[in-house]
């Protein structure tokens, strides 16, 4: 392995944490900088502040060994080669991204450099943020000859963050100077050359010491494109695959059978073809929103990802309309809601479909009975217990006496529950599944009327067999 590297990551949020543990297993020396004391202090103690397979163990490896925390950022910029900015970029009311978090840093930094560093960021931002952080350094009295500014957005999916970290598809990397480069390229060397993959108690993965990930070196500027560029590409793909689906329910269509033939060509690929209640977490709405934005201050018609958005948000409305045209009056109903957070395997609810079908749902007068896994304390937060909100510690319980149940996030338990079981619970053996996690036919088979994205309405006396037609 190469030599190790000493590298600060300012933020210890989900980019910054796993960001800088994962620089820890690649054998380098880590601090990780944060304003909130009661945070460090807590993960000084080897407490792990999100739900992220792979992180405590990890955590509790190199904790005040390769990595340590700190506030204070004075002192890692100047125990550091390599700076990683990895802070929040809120969206603001504009729809831009927030940088206000990113200049402070920077600022900080300044104030602090006495010998050559990379400042590299790390957090999600829009095009130019480089030339930004470079002129607020140079105002606070910076010569240019002790610092570069370089690019290295983040690809990580939450949940898997830590395997996607160290098992990357690519990694980017925008720089404008030779000596930037160089030092990010040594950084990234365990993984780039394979010396990572020879270990035995390395984290697994689709990477090996034959097949390491690739290192792109571009421009600064296309670094930053290529973020926002990849994530607003996703969305379009899953609010395309959406639209598909309503047309699917128009014409009596199974849109799981349209998405494996679209996503059986090469040139498309199966993944983000999966319908549901739309997309959300900290990526995807603030970056379509940020990156259309930035395309509008540079007089571009981007409105395409208008329509993408727009698709995303009516997805909710018509999902609503499907749980009205399940109990026809909703008013008064008990309804038991499975998943909160924005996808599975996360407790992240930012942006979260779920919570805002929950929202939804109690404006119309329901009475509400939620499980989720992992993100039932983050949603206590924002959607407090009540007589018309209550959580519960399992997907049967929730079931108990309700009227429908609610399929809202895809957790992998959701898809592996005892159906004989929940339609004994439930009032009416009524399942809305907003996420595809069962086969239609199975539902009708165990007593349930079911009702999905894109695919018809099953009920045990209107079955659904296997090739998706009707038998009557």
């Keep these: 392995m190469s030599l190790s590297s000493k590298i600060a990551v300012v933020g210890s949020g989900y980019v910054g944490l796993v960001a800088a543990v994962c620089f820890a297993e690649m054998g380098h020396d880590v601090i990780c900088v944060d304003n909130d004391e009661k945070k460090v202090a807590a993960l000084c103690g080897g407490e792990v502040p999100i739900h992220e397979d792979n992180l405590p163990e990890l955590l509790q490896r190199y904790c005040n060994t390769r990595i340590r925390f700190m506030t204070n950022l004075a002192e890692a910029t100047q125990a550091s080669d390599a700076i990683f900015i990895a802070v929040g970029t809120p969206q603001s009311e504009t729809g831009d991204a927030d940088l206000s978090y990113v200049e402070a840093v920077a600022s900080e930094i300044a104030r602090s450099l006495d010998s050559y560093k990379v400042i590299v960021e790390k957090s999600t931002v829009p095009v130019y ?222 942006e979260s479909p779920a919570i805002d079908m929950v929202r939804m749902l109690l404006a119309e007068g329901c009475s509400i009975c939620a499980y989720d896994p992992a993100a039932m304390e983050r949603a206590r937060q924002v959607l407090p217990e009540s007589l018309q909100m209550q959580y519960v510690s399992d997907a049967y319980t929730a079931a108990d006496n309700a009227d429908a149940l609610l399929m809202l996030t895809d957790w992998p338990e959701f898809s592996r529950l005892d159906l004989d079981k929940i339609n004994q619970a439930l009032r009416y053996p009524i399942v809305v599944d907003g996420r595809n996690l069962y086969d239609p036919a199975a539902m009708a088979s165990h007593g349930i009327t079911y009702m999905s994205i894109g695919r018809p309405t099953v009920s045990p006396s209107r079955e659904l067999a296997s090739d998706g037609v009707d038998r009557l």
Excluded at 183 to 211: C, F, H, K, M
Excluded at 288 to 316: C, P, T, W
């Design 129 to 350: 943020t480089n030339e930004w952080i470079r002129r607020v350094i140079e105002r606070n009295g910076v010569p240019q000859h002790l610092f570069d500014v370089a690019s290295n957005p983040e690809f990580l999916r939450e949940g898997t963050a830590v395997e996607d970290f160290l098992h990357p598809d690519r990694i980017v990397v925008g720089a404008n100077s030779e000596r930037a480069a160089r030092i990010l390229q040594d950084i990234y060397s365990p993984l780039t050359s394979g010396a990572y993959y020879e270990r035995r108690d390395r984290i697994p993965g689709r990477n090996s010491v034959a097949e390491p990930p690739a290192l792109l070196l571009t421009s600064t500027k296309s670094a930053e494109i290529i973020k926002h560029a990849s994530n607003a590409f996703l969305a379009m793909k899953i609010s395309f695959i959406n639209a598909v689906s309503n047309l699917c329910e128009a014409v009596d269509a199974n849109v799981e059978q349209v998405a494996k033939g679209i996503g059986m060509d090469e040139r498309i690929g199966p993944k983000f073809l999966r319908p549901g209640i739309g997309y959300g977490g900290s990526c995807f709405p603030k970056d379509v929103a940020a990156f259309r934005s930035v395309a509008e201050q540079m007089g571009l018609d981007f409105s395409l990802l208008a329509e993408v958005e727009k698709i995303n948000n009516l997805q909710k409305k018509r999902f609503l309309s499907k749980v009205r045209s399940a109990l026809w009056t909703l008013r008064g109903k008990r309804l038991a809601v499975l998943g909160l957070a924005f996808k599975g395997d996360t407790d992240d609810i930012r």
